[in-house]
């Protein structure tokens, strides 16, 4: 069974910084494009930041500049590094992975649980 599972929330001080990872695990061929996602209470789930296979990366404008996604093909992990953290980026942060279980299966949608990030003014 394929898990996406992150870590590194919590609460900051506004102008800080966080580093959430996420670990994809369980049985699979491959991993396609990862990417973190955030909710905050009453919106829709939005896009933080992706990144492909091969390193391209594209990032939502609120957060340009300011947080870098990267990930580990090796070890099956993706991490998004935050910086100038403010009161605004406080949401649920999600990862998110289209894998292939098999060699010639589809890439399906996994999610993470979630984990929050809390910024204080």
């Known amino acids: 069974q394929v898990q996406l599972v992150e870590s590194g929330g919590g609460t900051v001080q506004a102008g800080g910084s966080l580093r959430l990872s996420c670990a994809a695990s369980?049985?699979?061929?491959?991993?396609?494009?990862m990417a973190w996602y955030r909710r905050t209470p009453g919106n829709e789930r939005e896009l933080v930041a992706s990144?492909?296979?091969?390193?391209?990366?594209t990032y939502a404008g609120s957060v340009k500049d300011r947080f870098t996604v990267s990930r580990d093909n090796d070890k099956n992990t993706v991490d998004l590094q935050t910086s100038s953290l403010s009161p605004e980026d406080t949401a649920v942060y999600y990862c998110?992975?289209?894998?292939?279980?098999?060699?010639?299966?589809?890439?399906?949608?996994?999610w993470g649980q979630g984990i929050q990030v809390a910024v204080s003014s």
């Open positions: 998110h992975a289209k894998i292939r279980q098999y060699v010639l299966s589809r890439a399906d949608d996994y």
């Open positions: 369980g049985r699979f061929f491959t991993i396609n494009d």
């Open positions: 990144i492909t296979r091969y390193g391209d990366t």
